[in-house]
Nanobody
């Protein structure tokens, strides 16, 4: 059974930064992040291929968020800068055996438990 553990959420003022991390057990996967705000559907945020050579971002976070991975620890991180109140949501780490395009559609093999990010105005 693959374990997915997220960390790094919290409360920050608008314009601030946070860094989320996700550690996965087992093999190397395509990894990414989704988020779900209250009353809204879960939406794609970013994804990175198993090689690290391909990254995808939602238009709403391009230029502000950066996804990266560390192979030695089998982790993926999401550096979030210039945060806005509309970034407030529960952020979920997602893993798939397929590619980034598949993950972007929400077709994940494994999900983390979620970590809360709150951006105050």
């Amino acid at each position: 059974q693959v374990q997915v553990v997220e960390s790094g959420g919290g409360l920050v003022q608008a314009g601030g930064s946070l860094r989320l991390s996700c550690a996965a057990s087992g093999r190397t996967f395509t990894m990414g992040w989704f988020r779900q705000a209250p009353g809204k559907e879960r939406e794609f945020v970013a994804a990175i291929s198993w090689s690290g050579g391909i990254t995808l971002y939602a238009d709403s976070v391009k230029g502000r968020f950066t996804i990266s991975r560390e192979y030695a620890k089998n982790t993926v991180s999401l550096q979030m800068n210039s945060l806005k109140p509309e970034d407030t949501a529960v952020y979920y780490c997602a893993l798939t055996r397929e590619g980034t395009a598949t993950l972007r559609q929400g077709k994940s093999d494994y999900w983390g438990q979620g970590t809360q990010v709150t951006v105050s105005s």
